[in-house]
């Protein structure tokens, strides 16, 4: 059990360009999730997938956010034309639906993005 | 959504002493969890707890479903015990599925 890991950590990027965000999941999870945290607050749903299907998107995941996980396994998380107010850790979690103990969520490390 | 409400949002310390930190919700729950949040921002599990008490070396929890709130005990708290922790809940319905956050509780444990 290798954890999530998500991939880059740290991006710093310019207003108005686009970023995408990768998470893999614990291997044999089957629900993915996004989230985002920023200063201070705790994390805020943003969406979630279970295999390829995505099952739910928050009110914050606006028309420039796009998440996908393609064929069950990994996640893209995608921001186009990024703003300052999208400045963030984004964190992905995964959890295993009839696993034990119960439907716990696990976290990767997070990407941090600054918006310039 | 679920309110989630934690307090206190600050808790300083000095090693060894003990501490409670409390995790208030508003409406039934399928899953309730505890973490703490490293410097680096990393997310580490500490209980899955929807109902009843566990415990883990120094730390444990007890959730009380029908009164809507659960409780994390630290006990001879260490300065490694620093950081945040946060409660986070999952509802039932339309919300299944996502995780609801309080603001967390800041620890500080001085040597």
């Known amino acids: 059990d290798t954890g999530v890991s998500q991939d880059p950590r740290h991006k710093i990027t310019k207003r108005g360009q686009n970023v995408t965000f990768r998470c893999d999941p614990i291997?044999?999870?089957?629900?993915l999730y996004w989230y985002r945290q920023t200063l201070g607050q705790g994390p805020e749903f943003l969406t979630y997938f279970q295999n390829e299907a995505q099952l739910e998107k928050s009110r914050l995941l606006s028309d420039r956010f796009s998440a996908e996980r393609p064929k069950g396994s990994f996640s893209t998380l995608e921001i186009q034309r990024t703003e300052q107010g999208d400045s963030a850790m984004y964190l992905c979690?995964?959890?295993?639906?009839?696993?034990?103990?119960?439907?716990?969520?696990?976290f990767g490390p997070g990407t941090r993005l600054l918006v310039l | 959504g679920i309110q989630v409400e934690q307090s206190p949002p600050d808790l300083i310390l000095q090693e060894g002493a003990n501490s409670t930190l409390r995790c208030n919700f508003s409406d039934s729950v399928n899953n309730l969890q505890w973490f703490h949040q490293n410097p680096w921002g990393q997310l580490i599990n500490l209980f899955y707890i929807p109902s009843g008490t566990k415990q883990n070396g120094r730390l444990s929890a007890t959730t009380v479903a029908t009164e809507r709130y659960s409780l994390l005990y630290i006990s001879s708290s260490q300065t490694t015990d620093s950081g945040v922790y946060f409660c986070a809940v999952e509802g039932g319905g339309s919300t299944l599925g996502r995780l609801y956050f309080g603001r967390g509780t800041q620890l500080t444990v001085w040597p």
């Open positions: 979690a995964s959890s295993l639906v009839g696993g034990a103990p119960g439907e716990t969520q696990y």
């Open positions: 291997s044999e999870h089957n629900r």
